[in-house]
C-alpha cells in the first residue's frame, strides 16, 4: 500500500486562512474581532479592549548595553555637578573624545570613569578612561574639577594630571610592558594597594590581611593627626578572625606566630640605642620593607614549614582579618619630656599586594591598553581620605579638552600622499575616523578607490560645515553602529550619508555653490520627468501630515562649552516671528556635538524652512536611465493636468531626490520630497533659511 | 645595615630553661636578634625558646615574615 507523507505544514493548511486546503475545516489561528476573519496561522490574539498594558520583559545578555544607553553612563557632564565619582563597569564602551576649540568656540568636557585607583606612600593614585586614540591635548589641572573644586586650587598644591597613551604596535611589540608603570599603578587586578582603617586611640579598627599563603605585600603607616604628637604613644590588643569563615582564631594564630600574648604599641619612636623615647610627629611614614632593607621590593609569602605552620591555623584557610581594640593612650610616652599638645587621630595603614617581589608582574599581557588614553592623577584630589583603595566621599572628576583624538585630516585633503594627522571638528573627519578605527579605511592606502566612503568631495564639504559653524565638539560613549550613528547625525550638518553604487557618499541635503555656501542662486535641475518617461500608474503623491506642518517652535538643545567651567546645556528656541510665541515646541538635541549657538540656530531653521515650504512626498518609476542621479539632487516634474471639465494645464515641481531603487528589469524608482523653486528658479527653502525672519530666544 | 625593631617587653623562656624580662627584638640584615636590656644577645643556650608577652611595635602583619627569619 502506498503512503503519501506530507511533513511541511503550508502544504496541508492555507496560511491565510486557516483552513485545510481544499476543506472547511479550520485548524488555524484565532478570529479577529474587528473584521470577523480567520487569522493566519501563528498571529498572536492580544486580547479584547479595556486592558492596562502588561509589563514588557526584560531583555536577556543585554546587562552593557543597557548600561551604555543609560544616563549614568553619559560623559558629558550633568546639571548637578556635585556628585560622586563613576566607577568604570566592566566591559564598559570606551568612549571617543572628538573636537577642537578654534575661534573661542568647542573643546570637549567631560566626565571619565574612573578604572584604576590605589595609594602610594599616602598619595592618591586615579587613573581615568579619557578616550580611545590618542588626545592631542595635554591635561590641564587648571581645566579640571573633583566635583565643584578646581584641581589647581585644592589643598594639594602637588597634585599632578598626565596622559598614557601606548600604541597598538607597542604592545603588540612588548605586550608584557605596562603603559601605566611609574604612575604608582600596576597592570594586573592582583597587583593594588589600599588603606586600612585608621588605628585609633579609641574603639576598634578591622584590616585585612595579606594572604601570606600566596601575596606578596608591604605595609607602610602614617602618623595622622594635629599638633604635636611626639610624646603620644597607644596600645592596642589584637583579635584575629578567619575570613572566611568569620570564626575567632586568635589564639590558634597567636600560637603559630610564637610571640607569646601580644599587645600593639602604635606610633612609637625609638633612639638609635632603641630605647623607646616618644611618639612620632604628624605625617611621618614608615615602609616596612625600607626598614627590613628590601628597599621597594615586596616581603615575600612565607614557604615550607612556616606555611604548613599557618595553614594549621584554621583548617588551611591563609586570609585573615584583624581587629585591634584600643587599651590605652599615653601623651607622655617619655617621662623626661612634657606631654604632647596635639591630638593624636591615628596610624593609617597603606598595603600594597603584588605577586612578584618586583611588584609589577612582567609575565602580563596589558595589550587590552592599547590605542587608549588614560588619565592618570598624582596627589589628593580628595581631602579626607579614609581607607579602601581612595576615599569613600569622592567626588567626580570633570576635565576640559581643547583638542580631542587625533585623526586623519580628510576635511584638509591630502598632503603629499598622506593626511595630516591632528585633531578636528569636522563631523567628516569623524565619519572617517569610526570607519579607520572599524578597519574599513587602509591607513597606508590612500588611494580613493580603496576607501569606502567618495573622497573627492569631503573638503568642499568640510568648508560648507565651516562656513556655517557646523563643529563637531563631542562623546561618543556608546558602542554604535557606524554607518546608524553617521547617517543619523548627517542632518545635523545639513549632510546626508548616503550609498551610492556600492560606495558611502557625503551630500549636501541643500544645493551649495562654488563658495561652499547654501545656494540662493537660480538651480537647474539634474533631470527633467514627464509623463514621456514615467511610467504609467506609477506616480504617487503623499501629502503631509497636517501636524508635520503647522507653525511650530524649534528648540535646539546644545552645550555651552568653556574653559573656565564645566560645561552646560542650553537650549535656544527659534520660530518665524509671524508665528505665534506659544506654538507647540518640537525639540532637537544637539548637545552631543554642537557647542555652537549658531549651528543650533541654523538647524532649526532648516527644520522651519521645510516644514513650511515642502508639502508632499512623490514616488513614481523611470526606465530612463537615472545611474547620474542621487538622492538629495534636485529633480524637475513637469506633469499635464486634466479633468473631465476642461482643466488642462502643465503642471511643475521641483523635488528633491530621496531614494532610488533600482529594478533588475531596468525600471528605476525614485521617492522625492517636494523641494519648491520661486519664479526665479530660487530654492525657497534656502531663501527662507537665508534671508527669513526668525525669532531667536538664547 | 639594616634594623627593624619589632618587638619590647619580650618575656620569654630561653632553651637552658631561665625567664628573662624586658628583652628587645630585632632583625638586623635579615637575621632575628633577640637582645637583653643589657644589649647581649641571645644566643646558644641562651637562645629564646618561647616567648609568654611581648608588645609588639610592627604591624601584625609582618610577624609571619619575622617569624619565618632564621635567629642568629
Request: proline share 3%; charged share 20%.
Amino acid at each position: 500500500m502506498a503512503v503519501n507523507r506530507t511533513s511541511r505544514i503550508d502544504e496541508i493548511i492555507d496560511p491565510t486562512t486557516g483552513f485545510v486546503k481544499g476543506t472547511n475545516r479550520y485548524i488555524g489561528g484565532h478570529q479577529d474581532l474587528q473584521t470577523f476573519k480567520r487569522m493566519p496561522i501563528g498571529t498572536i490574539y492580544k486580547g479584547g479592549a479595556f486592558k492596562g498594558r502588561r509589563q514588557r520583559k526584560a531583555k536577556v545578555s543585554q546587562n552593557i548595553q543597557i548600561l551604555d544607553e543609560s544616563l549614568e553612563n553619559f560623559k558629558h557632564p550633568n546639571s548637578n555637578l556635585d556628585v560622586a565619582q563613576k566607577i568604570a563597569n566592566t566591559a564598559e564602551t570606551v568612549p571617543i573624545i572628538f573636537g577642537k576649540r578654534t575661534n573661542n568656540i568647542g573643546g570637549v568636557w567631560m566626565q571619565p570613569s574612573l578604572i584604576k585607583a590605589g595609594t602610594d606612600f599616602f598619595n592618591q593614585k586615579l587613573i581615568y578612561v579619557i578616550s580611545q586614540g590618542d588626545i592631542s591635548s595635554s591635561p590641564d589641572k587648571a581645566k579640571a574639577y573633583a566635583g565643584l573644586k578646581k584641581l589647581i586650587f585644592l589643598e594639594d598644591q602637588s597634585i599632578t594630571v598626565n596622559h598614557l597613551y601606548s600604541t597598538a604596535a607597542t604592545l603588540a611589540t612588548t605586550p608584557n610592558s605596562c603603559p601605566i608603570s611609574g604612575t604608582g599603578l600596576y597592570c594586573g587586578n592582583d597587583i593594588y594597594s589600599y588603606l586600612s582603617e585608621i588605628l585609633k586611640p579609641s574603639g576598634s579598627s578591622l584590616s585585612r590581611s595579606p594572604d601570606r599563603a600566596v601575596e606578596f605585600f608591604d605595609r607602610r603607616t602614617l602618623t595622622r593627626g594635629s599638633g604635636d604628637t611626639s610624646n603620644t604613644t597607644f596600645v592596642m590588643s589584637l583579635q584575629v578572625f578567619d575570613a572566611e569563615t568569620g570564626a575567632n582564631v586568635t589564639t590558634a594564630y597567636q600560637s603559630y606566630l610564637g610571640f607569646g600574648n601580644m599587645q600593639f604599641i602604635f606610633n612609637a619612636r625609638y633612639d638609635s640605642s632603641f630605647n623607646l623615647i616618644g611618639g612620632k610627629t604628624v605625617g611621618t611614614i614608615e615602609s616596612a620593607a625600607q626598614v627590613l632593607g628590601i628597599g621597594t621590593t615586596l616581603i615575600a609569602p612565607v614557604t615550607g614549614s612556616s606555611l604548613t605552620s599557618l595553614q594549621g591555623v584554621s583548617n588551611g584557610r591563609t586570609k585573615f582579618i584583624f581587629k585591634h581594640t584600643f587599651v590605652s593612650l599615653d601623651t607622655q610616652t617619655n617621662v623626661s619630656n612634657p606631654a604632647s599638645t596635639g591630638t593624636l587621630e591615628g596610624v593609617q595603614q597603606e598595603t600594597i599586594i603584588g605577586t612578584s617581589a618586583t611588584i609589577q608582574n612582567t609575565s602580563n599581557d596589558n595589550s587590552s591598553f592599547a590605542d587608549i588614553t588614560f588619565l592618570a592623577t598624582t596627589g589628593n584630589l580628595y581631602e579626607q581620605p579614609s581607607s579602601g583603595t581612595f576615599p569613600s566621599s569622592t567626588k567626580q572628576l570633570y576635565i576640559f579638552y581643547e583638542q580631542g583624538v587625533k585623526v586623519d585630516l580628510f576635511s584638509a585633503g591630502l598632503t603629499g600622499s598622506s593626511y595630516t594627522v591632528g585633531a578636528s571638528n569636522q563631523f567628516i573627519d569623524l565619519a572617517m575616523y569610526l570607519f579607520k578605527i572599524y578597519k574599513k579605511i587602509d591607513g597606508n592606502n590612500t588611494a580613493a578607490i580603496v576607501a569606502p566612503v567618495e573622497l573627492s568631495n569631503l573638503q568642499n564639504l568640510s568648508s560648507f560645515c565651516t562656513n556655517n559653524s557646523m563643529f563637531f565638539n563631542g562623546i561618543i560613549s556608546k558602542a554604535v553602529n557606524i554607518i546608524e550613528f553617521i547617517s543619523s547625525v548627517a542632518p545635523f550638518y545639513l549632510l546626508s550619508f548616503l550609498s551610492v553604487g556600492g560606495k558611502y557618499q557625503f551630500a549636501p541635503i541643500l544645493p551649495i555653490n562654488s563658495s561652499n555656501q547654501i545656494d540662493t542662486t537660480a538651480l537647474t535641475p539634474v533631470a527633467t520627468f514627464t509623463e514621456a518617461n514615467i511610467l504609467p500608474n506609477s506616480f504617487r503623491k503623499i501629502y503631509l501630515n497636517v501636524e508635520d506642518r503647522r507653525d511650530i517652535v524649534v528648540n535646539c538643545i546644545y552645550t555651552d562649552c568653556i574653559p573656565t567651567e564645566v560645561a552646560r546645556r542650553k537650549t535656544v528656541s527659534v520660530r518665524f516671528t509671524s508665528s505665534s510665541l506659544d506654538s507647540p515646541t518640537e525639540q532637537y538635541d544637539l548637545s552631543e556635538f554642537c557647542t555652537d549657538v549658531n549651528h543650533s540656530i541654523l538647524y532649526a531653521k532648516y527644520e522651519l524652512a521645510r516644514r513650511k515650504h515642502s508639502t508632499h512626498d512623490i514616488a513614481f518609476s523611470t526606465p530612463l536611465l537615472t545611474t547620474s542621479l542621487i538622492p538629495t539632487d534636485i529633480i524637475k516634474l513637469e506633469l499635464q493636468r486634466k479633468n473631465s471639465v476642461g482643466d488642462d494645464r502643465t503642471e511643475t515641481n521641483y523635488y528633491q531626490v530621496t531614494s532610488i531603487t533600482y529594478d533588475n528589469n531596468g525600471i528605476s524608482s525614485i521617492q522625492a520630497s517636494h523641494f519648491p523653486l520661486d519664479s526665479n528658479d530660487i530654492a525657497e527653502i534656502s531663501k527662507e533659511i537665508t534671508t527669513g525672519t526668525f525669532t531667536v530666544l538664547q | 645595615m639594616s634594623v627593624m625593631f619589632f618587638a619590647m617587653d619580650i618575656n620569654a623562656i630561653l632553651e637552658d630553661g631561665t625567664e628573662v624580662t624586658n628583652v628587645k627584638g630585632f632583625v638586623i640584615d635579615n637575621k632575628k636578634v633577640y637582645k637583653t636590656s643589657e644589649g647581649t644577645i641571645l644566643t646558644g643556650t641562651k637562645k629564646v625558646k618561647t616567648i609568654i608577652s611581648s608588645t609588639i611595635l610592627v604591624p601584625v602583619e609582618l610577624l609571619s615574615y619575622i617569624k619565618n627569619i632564621e635567629n642568629e
